[in-house]
């Protein structure tokens, strides 16, 4: 059974969930998505680890926001700090997906007496402004001006049209983006696209066992940096995985590689 908590952080409310039973495992989602999305990918671990899942802050359940200064790397670093407090854990392995992984990342970074292993799957954002990032900011605009539902009906002919996404991922996809504010979500989108990590070398200062994932064909989530972050921490180890579309059609495939992982280490 899941538990279902709201937790103040920085004047927001990050709203958090746990199941399963074993060592903590905390997991940040990426910009757009949602827990729900994280629990579809490491369900099949809660037999072996206590999952703590959260919607990052301008996400989901948690407080919409619409300030772009309040969506930085280090302040949502801090909510996972906020989150790891409210539930009494001192240390976990902590992991997250493209913004998430950044999120982990900083977390990390600054707190890593925090951390026993480190979970990155497809990072976005390195020391150069991502590639998508124009593209990723006029799709914010068109969610602002539309607002989501008239943003998704027209989004859902490109998916299955231009990106020929199967109808499962085009509703699964769908259903994440509307699980946000409108405002909220285009603040993010306009903000987070702009991060970069100037400085990759205090990378290599992460002593916690990491497993870094890849996949081909995604300009968003491009393959180099998550080989460049694999190989900047030293005790990293890089897996590629098939495309997003087929990712999101089998999400369990994240969770059977971390999974095995873990299981390597410990």
């Given at each position: 059974m899941s538990k279902l908590l709201r937790i103040p952080s920085d004047g927001l409310e990050i709203v958090a969930e746990t199941f399963g039973d074993g060592p903590a495992l905390v997991f940040a989602h990426g910009l757009s998505g949602n827990r729900h999305g994280v629990r579809r990918q490491l369900a099949a671990l809660a037999d072996r680890y206590r999952i703590v899942i959260f919607d990052q802050r301008g996400h989901g359940d948690s407080s919409p926001v619409t300030d772009p200064a309040l969506f930085t790397p280090e302040a949502m670093a801090e909510d996972m700090a906020a989150v790891m407090d409210a539930l009494n854990i001192?240390?976990?392995?902590?992991?997250?997906?493209?913004?998430?992984?950044?999120?982990?990342?900083?977390?990390a970074l600054r707190h890593p007496e925090r951390v026993q292993a480190l979970l990155l799957t497809v990072p976005a954002f390195g020391d150069a402004v991502n590639s998508e990032a124009p593209r990723m900011i006029e799709m914010a605009g068109r969610i602002q001006t539309l607002g989501l539902p008239a943003f998704l009906a027209a989004a859902r002919e490109v998916w299955r049209d231009q990106f020929f996404w199967p109808e499962d991922v085009?509703?699964?996809?769908?259903?994440?983006?509307?699980?946000?504010?409108?405002?909220?979500?285009?603040?993010a989108m306009r903000t987070v696209m702009n991060w970069t990590m100037p400085d990759m070398e205090p990378l290599r200062a992460l002593r916690c066992p990491t497993c870094v994932i890849g996949w081909p064909d995604d300009p968003l989530h491009p393959l180099a940096l998550a080989e460049r972050i694999a190989a900047l921490i030293p005790r990293a180890q890089l897996e590629i995985m098939p495309t997003l579309p087929e990712v999101v059609h089998n999400p369990g495939l994240v969770g059977a590689i971390y999974g095995r992982y873990l299981s390597q280490i410990q």
């Open positions: 001192d240390k976990a392995i902590v992991g997250g997906e493209s913004m998430g992984a950044d999120t982990t990342l900083t977390f085009i509703e699964v996809v769908g259903g994440t983006f509307a699980s946000h504010q409108s405002d909220s979500l285009a603040t």
